[in-house]
């Protein structure tokens, strides 16, 4: 019996955060050809390290604010004779990474436009560069899927509350692009549809990624299912938008927040 994601090949941007490593672990382990992508560093290194013995994994380096290094991605992959069917943009700047761990953020008064400017390149504007080299090199020539990533915080305002005292804040520019990108998804959708290419968000909760237990304690309040979710959690769903048992779904946003935008 085949594996399910075996006719896969799935290019991924920003592979190295912990969700990016959870999404290359388990397609892999489905029988996915998975390229992966981040900028070269601590998480690109340890990625090829702990992907590296995997037959049917491959790495990039990549900056998705570079529109010169989107445009060559894709035409390195295809010299590479890798020919992605289904792409995730997944790709996005924190407040944390844009700020520093450990750093203080910026109330919203003093957020500077460079570092709006900046977020918005990354997570949207990247997201579109993506999208656009796939409109050029993939779409219409065979099947495909696009998969936006989105956020809890695309539709739903963040609570502010929950921050308050703790070294870092919902950052203003994120929720921003995490809305934008599914409005991406909305227009990109009808706009191929009749060439064969689905396009969907999906949209995390709250991960745990080693937050304090007052913090997973505030959050898990807002949720229905009482706490944040394991990173397992969400690549099962993203393995299910991977595969052709999502390929009658199209122009959707997939909450996947344990009922956090069911409130």
């Known amino acids: 019996m085949s594996s399910p994601l075996s006719d896969k090949t799935i290019f991924i941007t920003g592979s190295g955060g912990v969700l990016g490593t959870a999404y290359v672990h388990t397609l892999l382990e489905n029988g996915a050809t998975v390229v992966a992508s981040d900028l070269p560093g601590q998480r690109a290194d340890a990625m090829k390290e702990r992907f590296g013995s995997y037959s049917n994994f491959a790495y990039y380096d990549l900056d998705v604010g570079s529109e010169e290094e989107i445009e060559a991605i894709f035409k390195t992959m295809q010299a590479d004779g890798l020919n992605p ?3 995730l943009n997944n790709a996005a700047i924190t407040g944390e990474l844009l700020m520093g761990a450990g750093k203080s953020f910026p109330d919203f008064a003093n957020t500077s436009v460079q570092d709006w400017e900046k977020t918005m390149r990354v997570n949207l504007t990247g997201a579109f560069m993506i999208a656009r080299q796939m409109d050029r ?10 998969i936006n990533v989105a956020s809890m915080y695309a539709l739903n305002g963040p609570h502010h509350p929950i921050y308050e005292g703790m070294p870092f804040k919902s950052f203003s520019a994120y929720s921003a692009t995490k809305a934008g990108i599914h409005g991406l998804t909305l227009w990109l959708a009808g706009y191929w549809a009749k060439r064969d290419c689905t396009v969907n968000t999906i949209a995390p909760g709250a ?5 304090s237990d007052e913090f997973q304690k ?8 009482g706490r944040m979710a394991e990173p397992q959690e969400i690549a ?18 997939v909450n996947v927040d344990g009922g956090f935008s069911g409130w």
């Open 236 to 253: 099962n769903v993203m393995m299910f938008l991977c595969s052709e048992n999502a390929r009658y779904m199209t122009g959707q946003i």
């Open 137 to 146: 090199d993939i779409v219409g020539k065979y099947p495909a899927q696009l």
């Open 207 to 211: 991960v745990f990624n080693g937050h």
């Open 218 to 225: 505030r959050v898990g309040e807002l949720i229905m299912n």
């Open 85 to 87: 069917n289904v792409v």
